[in-house]
């Protein structure tokens, strides 16, 4: 009977904390609440896939030379989002017309040149000490063999994804609606070569880590992969560590997806037991490393994927728009929320 007794206790107990945790997730849940939806959809409506194509094709042009990191094309590159950036009057965070974080060349691998990150920010009007960071590395596989690697989904479609956040980011400012917290636009080199940009940025970074919210980090949201294809459906996108740092992150990004985009969010890549381990292959991961809540957005592999024939002919653009209001609206929370959001999973 004591035995019993025992267990029966236990039992009551475990289901007690269970149901603690339950309403703790559900009130979470229902604290998060999208205010001023008009304003939001407005400006995620001014990024469009007319525009994301513009930006992927010349991100593609043969000039570029497949932007391999330190290269003439890559520079060219570098030159092309710094004068998208001043055309939009966006500023930069280093001062006056340097949009570069340069990278001495001992950074890298003796083979390759000093190189840089690309940067332009929004300043926060009530916490502008406090940042979020968007990403996508701006490189890719160069010229071998005299083939072209244009890299369109890799990371042309990201790259451009966050060109036209920032724009719709600025214009909401410019019209009043500007984020209480500061907005970093990071352009990461050296990403195909180890994650070397963003290494960089984390230990010599514009911001302080301690007052950086969240990298939300975005490689490859153009395409369909092989698995999506076989269920012939698009509308989705990988959410990959959301929930590793802060539970109210992934939440965040749920509501979201359920007030403005509707896309299926798959967590299949977030699984730590899988074999790809996409947790651990692009920039967001630095971040992560210093205790930074992160998203990593991605599309899944495709044949194309470190090819030649990865060409932005094939990039869906009305998906790639909708991707990118996804993490439009996820930013705009996070920048524009009373509560700074916190890093609880540590």
Known sequence: MKVLFIASVLTLVGSCTNIRYTQKIENLKESIVFEDIETISKYSNTITSE?????????????????????RGFNKASKFLKDFYVSNDIPSPLGGDNYYQNIPKFYFSKNSPASQNVVAYIEGSTYPEEVVIISGHLDHLGISNDETYYGADDNASGTAAVMEMAKAFSLAKKEGHGPKRSILFLHLTAEESGLLGSSYYVKHPIYALEHTVVNLNI??????????????????????????????????????????????????????????????????????????????????????????????DKINY?????????????????????????????
């Not at 525009?51 to 290269?71: I, M, N, Q, W």
């Open 51 to 71: 525009e994301l194509s513009k930006h992927v094709y010349a991100l593609c042009a043969p000039d570029f030379e497949g932007r391999e990191t330190g290269k």
């Open 219 to 312: 490689d490859m949201i153009g395409r369909v992969d092989r698995i999506y294809e076989e269920k012939q459906e698009e509308n989705y996108i990988y959410i990959i560590g959301a929930d590793r740092l802060s539970t109210k992150l992934h939440y965040i990004s749920e509501v979201a997806n359920a007030q403005f985009t509707n896309l299926i969010l798959d967590y299949k890549y977030n699984d730590d037991r899988d074999n790809n381990r996409y947790y651990y292959r692009s920039d967001h991961y630095n971040f992560a490393l210093q205790n930074i809540p992160v998203i990593f957005y991605f599309n899944g592999d495709h044949a194309d994927y470190h090819q030649p024939t990865d060409t932005p």
């Open 318 to 346: 009305p998906l790639l728009q909708k991707r990118t209001q996804l993490i439009f609206s996820t930013a705009w929370y996070i920048a524009n929320s009373e509560d700074r959001l916190e890093a609880d999973k540590m």
